[in-house]
């Protein structure tokens, strides 16, 4: 009998791994997920996998004469993969516990790279490129997501006004360098991957939004306190941490009593780029 048809799933562990992924994950995914040519036999792998989206989706969707790797140096999200592999009976996914820097493939092993807001987060953009290059195959596809510049940029501007009239200048330059070391421009990663043998294919720039009662519950948002607020904090004197947070709560506090709630915006990238050469 076809596994499918015979295969149950317990209730008592579905809990455990029914919460699929991060919702701020989920606008970048769905693009990327609907870019993807679903040919069965592929061999892929997704940088940056952490805890399995969209590897395991990846994975499902492609079928198991697929061959699927997910890289990520985060060991306790990568626990949390096998969990859900095992659960969802999926055997054709191997896990690297590793960075993109060092791929530990063969040259010319891949059809498929995705990165979803991977890139990101990585320590060095180019060696990241380079490898993925290295392990492609010529003709092969690598499909990305980015968020850009203009990442909260409602935040930004409010901070920078913060900072100006504080006489902090210099913090400010260095709020800039932040933003463009974080979230580089997209020309700066097309130049890199153009100069790896990437030959971009097309670039879809998309926008959502995060929408908040009022400054309050944005600084108290998980997310914000898990994945923003230490590098933030960063950007202000030590010194000067309370009394900043202080304006800048009040400040989003006022604007959306006045317009009825506030947002953050999110623009991104879809980069969809074929290996053309090797270099």
Not at 57 to 75: F, Q
Request: with cysteine; aromatic share 10%; charged share 20%.
């Amino acid at each position: 009998m076809k596994s499918y048809l015979s295969h149950s799933f317990d209730p008592q562990e579905l809990p455990a791994v029914f919460d699929e992924l991060p919702l701020w994950s989920a606008p970048f995914g769905l693009r990327l997920l609907d870019a993807i040519n679903y040919t069965p036999g592929l061999c892929m792998i997704d940088i940056g996998c952490g805890n399995g989206f969209p590897l395991t989706e990846l994975a499902m969707r492609l079928g198991p004469t697929s061959k699927v790797y997910g890289i990520d140096p985060w060991t306790e999200a990568l626990a949390q993969v096998r969990r859900k592999l095992n659960y969802y009976d999926i055997h054709h996914v191997q896990l690297i516990e590793g960075v993109s820097e060092h791929i530990p493939l063969d040259l010319e092993s891949i059809d498929l790279i995705t990165s979803n807001n991977g890139l990101n987060n990585v320590s060095d953009v180019r060696l990241s490129i380079a490898e993925c290059a290295r392990v492609l195959r010529t003709g092969g596809r690598m499909v990305q997501t980015m968020n850009t510049a203009g990442t909260m940029i409602e935040f930004y501007r409010e901070l920078e006004h913060y900072l100006i009239e504080c006489g902090l200048e210099e913090c400010v330059e260095a709020m800039h360098h932040h933003i463009r070391g974080k979230r580089p421009p997209v020309a700066e990663i097309v130049t890199k991957m153009q100069a790896c043998g990437f030959r971009i294919e097309a670039i879809h720039p998309h926008e959502f939004h995060y929408h908040f009662a009022n400054g309050t519950a944005m600084f108290n948002h998980y997310f914000i306190r898990l994945a923003f607020m230490d590098s933030w904090k960063k950007l202000i004197p030590e010194d000067r941490i309370e009394e900043a947070f202080d304006y800048l709560e009040n400040t989003f506090n006022n604007k959306a009593a006045a317009a009825g709630s506030i947002r953050l915006t999110i623009p991104f990238v879809l980069i969809d780029a074929v290996k053309d050469k090797v270099i």
